[in-house]
């Protein structure tokens, strides 16, 4: 299978990160012809590649553009570059190779959408790739390509950097309004959606950094040559982070539709140290596990991970080894979930409490044969009641775990119970 | 104004007053900013953002004890960050977390005043790195109960403390 490279075509190039190697490989190219055209012939455009976004929800890009009211005179575009979904680091990835794609992507897309301001929004720990989005933005400002009348046009348009301070929720679009605003990252009720009332209350589109990312390559190709790649319903390429013990962690870029055995094995390298095979995360923490035998029959993109009733959420392959605890694993999900709720629902604030309570009782041997279906309950209770999805984004792993693994999570708690 | 606040900082604070739509906003990159110079951020600074900055302190309050990275109490020099999640537990977080307080506890049998503090952090986004930990604010990366009491001990050697 072709594995094209759109955004990693920058990978292994001497000084990757520099202005000068993103202009000697077309860079800004994509933007002067993005300024030649009409906002709404981009739009049509980017609904044309079949784009969808790459955060997680893999909502279509250039739809969810054309959403936003052609006649708001105040309107924002916001990156979401705040990666906390466990499992994964491909934005990280992309500020590593080169900011100035992501640079170019939001001029690009501000255009389109008429907005005259954006913010990258990038959780605070990422120190060091902060400071290299910084010095391209400070570049990009210093050519001409941010600011007042770009590359001459009428298009006028000012990029800056914010910092979270360590809260998972502010990676759902809303909280990470209310936190740019300077509140705590609470999600806020949808409708209405951030594209008629966001930032401010004003017009905001918020997309992920990948999704930014490959908006040059879309514009510079042409949506055909997009389309062309991966699938019908999932076209185009995705960053896939690899963790875990396999051979060779780390990010690829593949076709929508490729194998995850075949990348489990071909391009990582499989598992290392003679391990086996027993279990696949594939879209980051939130994403129900598939079993070994199910990883045989997927393939990586939206609707195959639908019918297999899990997701490919952010593009994070977290591989399990025979002999790694489901149980250890399952405490650690839900403890991180209980940790990151924002507190304000009470199914979400109190269910991920309640899975922790139990599962540490299940870890702790103190639990009896039904807690597993206790579990599987609490989660049934947790879904589709709260503002945001990070309820669901707990309950889906821990029934997922708790139904496929249930009975190694029964015969370690009867080993506890019988000494 | 206040004197609580080094010149560079009151520039810095009417700057990020400046740089964004609304004052308010500048409230995470202010604590941010206090922090780095400071330590932490204490109770004085919280009220002298209200006085001489119109930062009304339940905002700044609400912001603080929200996000994780803020720290309300005096740090030790170094911050050790460990992540907990999913893959640094199937690499190997436990055995560094032991050698970790392995190494911690020699400070504690010695007597002596240990110039870190230990705390579990979410996913880094750094996993096909696992384990992963950061030290204020640099990453380590990869790391076994042997390696991390390797650099632990460096940081030995720089610690300023008594």
Redesign the interface.
Known sequence: MEKPKIVTRFAGLADSRSLDTYLRHDGYQALHKALAMKPAELIELVKASGLRGRGGAGFPTGLKWSFVPKDAPEKYLLCNND???????KD?YILELSPHMLVEGMIISAYAIGAQ?AYIYT??????EIAWMEQAIHEAYRHGYLGANILGSKFSFDL?H???????ICGEETGLIS???????QPKLKPPFPALSGY?NKPTVVNNTETLAVIPWIVQHGPEKYRAIGTEKSPGTKLF?????VKR???YELPLGYPLQKFIEDDAGGLRDGKTLKAV?PGG?SAPVLTADEVAKVTLDYESMANAKTMLGSG?V?V??EG?SMV??LK??VD?FH??S?GQCTPCREGTGWLSNVMHGIYQRKAKLKDVEKMIAIANNMEGRTICALSDACAMPTRAIATKFGDEIRSYIQRGNHG | MSSLFSPEIRQKIEHYLQRYETRRSAILPILHCIQDEYGWVKEEHVLALEEHYQLPRVQVEEVLTFYSMYRQQEPKQFRLMLCDNLVCTMMGYKEVDSAIRGHLQEYQHKGKDCPFSLEKVPCLGVCDGAPAMLINKTRHLNLDANNVVAILKNCDTLATGT
């Open positions: 990666e906390g979904e466990p499992g994964t680091f990280r301001k959780r605070c720990e990422f120190y060091e800056d914010y910092g979270g301070a360590g809260a998972y936190s740019l605003e300077g509140k705590k990252g401010l982070c690899i963790s875990g013990p962690p780390g990010v995360i923490a994070a977290i399990i080894p790694q250890e694993l650690v999900t991180f940790h990151e924002c």
